[in-house]
């Protein structure tokens, strides 16, 4: 009797916290509903998958000043206020405003779409590296391609390189733990984000660090899609990883080094606002390249806003990669606007799933709301597609590791970079046309005729969103 009455409590004061989080009422409802018909599993979800974290910061004010004091020493006069084409001014405006990444202008940048190559780049890269190189990975896995990495950050390790790694402990939950702690004997400065064990006992056990940064002596960095497992280079269901890295060197790096010294901080306690990680940067002949990140602990979702500015944008066509579509109404609005004022929207999706047929279902359930409007959707057969990509009018393209879904949109810590640039713009455009090649395209009226039990079940796991 006691217990119930106690667990009502809990239950309800839940509810009030619920109600006074002031999010989005369709998610307020689902976690309401949950907790008040399955108040023991509602609980433990809603603490572990529920919680706004808003109201805290991933690093101190004072400090992260420091961090782009150091950056901005580096760069000098390379950051510019706004790209030379006015549409996107005030994009860029709105991506400094609210996540204080200034826009750098020469930058080479190389877009990789094949793991081995990159990878291969990658630690040609390091394998030169003379004073430090710093790496986080969402999954780093203990397989051939991961020894092969870690094997090089020993070596360097012990040539006296400062080496630095972090990864996301609950992405690599089954990595054995002797696989880190080679490296960590090896001199590799090894830190997981949100350790198992307290990360279970707190509020903050679903911040998951989602980012792919690797900087190197401050001038070449690498981000994307792409983590260090073997699957990424041999595929899987039969068919290839098709994903997405780009390579840059110039002042844009140093922004990738102050979001991996940020997160570097909150994982350790340890601020490292040293002039040796922003050496001062040569700006390349090259792009315009703002490094735009996002977590569940910012002021705003700077991402998302991004991605809605640059559909509203759109003119003449709007590309989309994304292997897991459960979209926030702002970006399904932009979308459906933008293709009925004629722009050309496409969206190639993965025609399979690699982590649950569930969001593959809720992903599909979205369909209905964006054919009638002209989305043009394409199904991707050659393998898994797991590119995270956003191409518009021959002018702009972002690539980073943010999927179109709420848990990379609003709780994932995440990265993108934003390119104004005609040249990088049409070469992704043109691997997207490319990829249209081992596409189905998905037939409206066909789409319409499937069976009721796909419907019902694609409208089901659509309910399920909130927590995928």
């Given at each position: 009797?006691?217990?119930?009455?106690?667990?009502?409590?809990?239950?309800?004061?839940?509810?009030?916290?619920?109600?006074?989080?002031?999010?989005?009422?369709?998610?307020?409802?689902?976690?309401?509903?949950?907790?008040?018909?399955?108040?023991?599993?509602?609980?433990?979800?809603?603490?572990?998958?529920?919680?706004?974290?808003?109201?805290r910061r991933i690093i101190k004010p004072a400090e992260q000043a420091k961090l782009?004091?150091?950056?901005?020493?580096?760069?000098?006069?390379?950051?510019?206020?706004?790209?030379?084409?006015?549409?996107?001014?005030?994009?860029?405006?709105?991506?400094?405003?609210?996540?204080?990444?200034?826009?750098?202008?020469?930058?080479?940048?190389?877009?990789?779409?094949?793991?081995?190559?990159?990878?291969?780049?990658?630690?040609?890269?390091?394998?030169?590296?003379?004073?430090?190189?710093?790496?986080?990975?969402?999954?780093?896995?203990?397989?051939?391609?991961?020894?092969?990495?870690?094997?090089?950050?020993?070596?360097?390790?012990?040539?006296?390189?400062?080496?630095?790694?972090?990864?996301?402990?609950?992405?690599?939950?089954?990595?054995?733990?002797?696989?880190?702690?080679?490296?960590?004997?090896?001199?590799?400065?090894?830190?997981?984000?949100?350790?198992?064990?307290?990360?279970?006992?707190?509020?903050?056990?679903?911040?998951?660090?989602?980012?792919?940064?690797?900087?190197?002596?401050?001038?070449?960095?690498?981000?994307?899609?792409?983590?260090?497992?073997?699957?990424?280079?041999?595929?899987?269901?039969?068919?290839?990883?098709?994903?997405?890295?780009?390579?840059?060197?110039?002042?844009?790096?140093?922004?990738?080094?102050?979001?991996?010294?940020?997160?570097?901080?909150?994982?350790?306690?340890?601020?490292?606002?040293?002039?040796?990680?922003?050496?001062?940067?040569?700006?390349?002949?090259?792009?315009?390249?703002?490094?735009?990140?996002?977590?569940?602990?910012?002021?705003?979702?700077?991402?998302?806003?991004?991605?809605?500015?640059?559909?509203?944008?759109?003119?003449?066509?709007?590309?989309?990669?994304?292997?897991?579509?459960?979209?926030?109404?702002?970006?399904?609005?932009?979308?459906?606007?933008a293709a009925l004022a004629g722009v050309d929207v496409r969206l190639m999706l993965?025609?399979?799933?690699?982590?649950?047929?569930?969001?593959?279902?809720?992903?599909?359930?979205?369909?209905?709301?964006?054919?009638?409007?002209?989305?043009?959707?394409?199904?991707?057969?050659?393998?898994?597609?797991?590119?995270?990509?956003?191409?518009?009018?021959?002018?702009?393209?972002?690539?980073?590791?943010?999927?179109?879904?709420?848990?990379?949109?609003?709780?994932?810590?995440?990265?993108?970079?934003?390119?104004?640039?005609?040249?990088?713009?049409?070469?992704?455009?043109?691997?997207?046309?490319?990829?249209?090649?081992?596409?189905?395209?998905?037939?409206?009226?066909?789409?319409?005729?499937?069976?009721?039990?796909?419907?019902?079940?694609?409208?089901?796991?659509?309910?399920?969103?909130?927590?995928?």
């Amino acid at each position: 009797m006691i217990f119930n009455i106690l667990l009502a409590l809990i239950v309800l004061g839940s509810v009030v916290l619920v109600i006074m989080e002031n999010r989005k009422p369709y998610i307020s409802l689902f976690w309401m509903v949950l907790l008040t018909l399955l108040p023991g599993v509602g609980l433990v979800l809603y603490l572990l998958l529920g919680k706004d974290y808003r109201s805290r910061r991933i690093i101190k004010p004072a400090e992260q000043a420091k961090l782009n004091a150091l950056r901005d020493s580096a760069v000098g006069d390379s950051a510019v206020t706004e790209p030379e084409n006015d549409k996107y001014a005030k994009l860029a405006a709105m991506m400094y405003g609210a996540n204080d990444s200034p826009l750098f202008d020469g930058n080479q940048v190389r877009i990789f779409t094949d793991f081995t190559p990159m990878f291969q780049s990658m630690l040609d890269d390091i394998a030169v590296a003379k004073h430090y190189v710093h790496i986080q990975f969402y999954i780093v896995e203990d397989d051939e391609v991961g020894r092969q990495l870690s094997s090089l950050l020993i070596r360097k390790a012990q040539e006296g390189v400062d080496v630095r790694l972090i990864f996301d402990s609950w992405a690599n939950l089954f990595v054995r733990g002797r696989y880190y702690d080679h490296m960590r004997q090896g001199g590799v400065k090894v830190q997981s984000f949100q350790k198992l064990l307290p990360s279970m006992l707190t509020r903050e056990v679903n911040c998951r660090t989602h980012r792919k940064i690797v900087v190197i002596d401050g001038h070449t960095g690498y981000t994307g899609g792409m983590n260090i497992a073997r699957r990424y280079r041999d595929g899987i269901n039969h068919g290839n990883w098709r994903d997405t890295q780009v390579r840059i060197q110039g002042p844009a790096v140093s922004q990738l080094e102050v979001s991996l010294l940020s997160d570097w901080r909150f994982c350790t306690k340890e601020l490292l606002a040293e002039q040796r990680f922003f050496p001062a940067i040569r700006p390349h002949e090259g792009a315009l390249v703002q490094i735009v990140t996002s977590g569940p602990m910012d002021e705003w979702n700077t991402v998302m806003q991004g991605m809605v500015q640059v559909i509203a944008q759109s003119r003449r066509y709007l590309y989309i990669q994304t292997p897991y579509f459960i979209p926030t109404h702002p970006i399904l609005l932009a979308l459906r606007n933008a293709a009925l004022a004629g722009v050309d929207v496409r969206l190639m999706l993965p025609s399979t799933a690699d982590r649950g047929a569930v969001m593959l279902y809720a992903s599909q359930s979205y369909f209905r709301d964006l054919l009638p409007a002209g989305v043009k959707i394409y199904m991707y057969d050659k393998g898994y597609l797991h590119a995270k990509t956003m191409v518009c009018d021959d002018d702009f393209v972002t690539i980073g590791s943010t999927n179109i879904d709420p848990r990379s949109l609003e709780q994932n810590f995440e990265v993108n970079a934003f390119m104004y640039d005609r040249e990088l713009a049409m070469h992704q455009r043109d691997i997207f046309l490319d990829d249209l090649k081992e596409c189905m395209r998905v037939n409206a009226e066909a789409w319409n005729r499937r069976p009721a039990w796909h419907k019902f079940r694609q409208s089901f796991s659509r309910l399920l969103t909130p927590i995928l």
